[in-house]
């Protein structure tokens, strides 16, 4: 069962950590999605390779079983964001790139609610950000496809008063 206080890692380190052209594609990753560590990385490569790893098993095997898995699977890929049509081939070329897009920090500032991609983490971290009537402190929540319209500032924050200095304003141009 475990030791409950040591938590298990849900990624595995890369097999060789000095490759130059993985550490320049991770540089550029961390700098265009605001992640403070490579290991978010990691993380949203892991979850890719596991859909991939469950779409090869299902497109295997053609038990009852196995059907019921596929929808389930494409379902909650498409309302998660991931993918855009219900194929099972669409699972396979699935890029880490797509999992960061979903992310809540990206979608905050790809909404325009951040000034950058940094500012779009520290609110969320500090609690100004909410999806659904729900305040979120974790910047790597994936956001559903449902909930990117009800991506707003908390009641109480400071950041929901138009007049906040930091908050973004959008011009019209004449």
């Known amino acids: 069962m475990g030791d409950p206080r040591r938590i298990k890692k849900k990624y595995p380190k890369p097999a060789h950590l000095w490759q130059k052209a993985r550490i320049e594609e991770e540089r550029v990753l961390m700098n265009e999605y605001g992640l403070e ?8 490569n892991s979850l890719m390779r ?5 779409a090869k098993r299902l497109i295997a095997s053609k038990t009852v079983q196995a059907e019921k898995e596929k929808v ?12 855009r049509t219900s194929n099972l081939d669409s699972v396979l070329d699935v890029k880490v790139k797509d999992v960061l897009d979903r992310r809540l920090q990206t979608v905050v500032f790809r909404k325009g609610l951040a000034r950058s991609i940094k500012q779009a983490r520290q609110m ?36 929901a008063s ?12 004449k």
């Open 37 to 44: 560590s490579k290991s978010e990385i990691w993380k949203a």
């Open 72 to 83: 389930l699977l494409l379902q909650k890929l498409v309302s998660a964001g991931i993918i």
């Open 124 to 159: 969320i971290v500090h609690g100004h950000v909410s999806v659904a009537e729900r305040k979120i402190t974790s910047p790597s929540y994936l956001v559903k496809v449902a909930d990117e319209s009800a991506i707003g500032f908390v009641e109480g924050s400071g950041f």
């Open 162 to 173: 138009p007049d906040h200095p930091e908050r973004v304003v959008v011009e019209v141009k």
């Open 50 to 54: 596991g859909f991939a790893d469950q």
